[in-house]
């Protein structure tokens, strides 16, 4: 199933992007091999949250192994030995210290693709320090035109830097570099760093502040929420709309819609000086009716519309179910594999696993017999 079919990859577990990378290149096929935590009480470690809810973690195959343990990292180099890629998302140093860094995983898989995910990179002044998603957009200027001009900056918790910046630019990276191993027969060292990734998601916005058509300025440019042709605005029943009706044809049939054709004052759609006074006409116009309303007057027309939608919502919409945009697995709903592709479809291999699930099968794979495997669990290395 999927254009990753017959590769392996093995996920050193940990939070943020790495496991949204990692559940990405299982839907399109990958053989993801989850390495888990595993305490020394002979426990498990989690956070307490039923394995069915960890999305990110479907259609791998989990094995739990104690990482610090005596003949931990010869259980981890076996199966490094036959996989095509690996990712992990600790801070800098800390795979080093396990013993599991990229040189002594090249000893012993020339091959192999060492993806690695961090918020600051691998290298800078700020590499060591702790941080999360809003840290590191807030460093690269992607938080910047988050929010209104009267508030404090703020964005989509997590998806623009451990999403946008980070899982995604990890597994383009890591596709190139397999791409690379194939011709080359040599792997590399991938380093993905969410402040690296945010940055990059800012080009286009850069590129129009270097001509000088952007300005500064929260809430005073075309695309971020001042003008009143590009926003999003309350119903009469308190529910939300989207327009973003940038083109000119597309600006004329929104306010033809909204009954302001042959109003003067909306007839230069870029005239910044009008937008403050027509943004206030178009949101009491809003007012007016109730999202339902303006649904029918506006939905599937030119004049860029959408409801602003809640995850209920969303999963309901006639436009998602046609597409399958979401899907349910195990009785969990969530969203279904993306990008798709015409001959070899991304599917959902199965739910998510338990911890260790799948580490006997594991280790038989990878060369470990019933009397090497029952000692590896005796001295707690699994």
Known sequence: MGPLAGKRIVEIAGIGPCPFAGMMLADMGADVVLVERKTR??????????????????GKRSIAIDLKADGAVDVVLRLVAGADGLIEGFRPGVMERLGLGPDVCHAVNPRLVYGRMTGWGQTGPLAQAAGHDLNYIALSGAAWYGGRADSPPTAPPTLVGDIGGGAMVLVVGLLAALIGAESTGRGQVVDAAVVDGSALATTLL?????AGLWR???????????????????????????????????????????????????????????????KARVAALFRTKSRADWCELLEGTDACFAPVLDFEEARAHPHNRARGVFTTVDGIGQPAPAPRFSETPSAIASPPPARGEHGVALLEAAGYDGDEIRKLAERGVI
């Open 41 to 58: 009480d002979g426990g498990t470690a989690g956070d307490g949250l039923d394995p069915r809810f960890t999305i990110m973690n479907r």
């Open 206 to 210: 850069g590129a129009l502040y270097a």
């Open 216 to 278: 500064r300025e929260r809430i005073a440019n075309m695309l971020d929420g001042a003008s009143p042709w590009y926003d999003t605005y309350e119903c009469a029943d308190g529910k939300f709309v989207s327009v973003a009706a940038l083109e000119p044809a597309f600006y004329r049939q929104l306010i033809d819609k909204l009954g302001l054709a042959a109003d003067p004052d909306f007839d230069d759609q870029f005239d910044a000086r009008r937008w403050p006074a027509q």
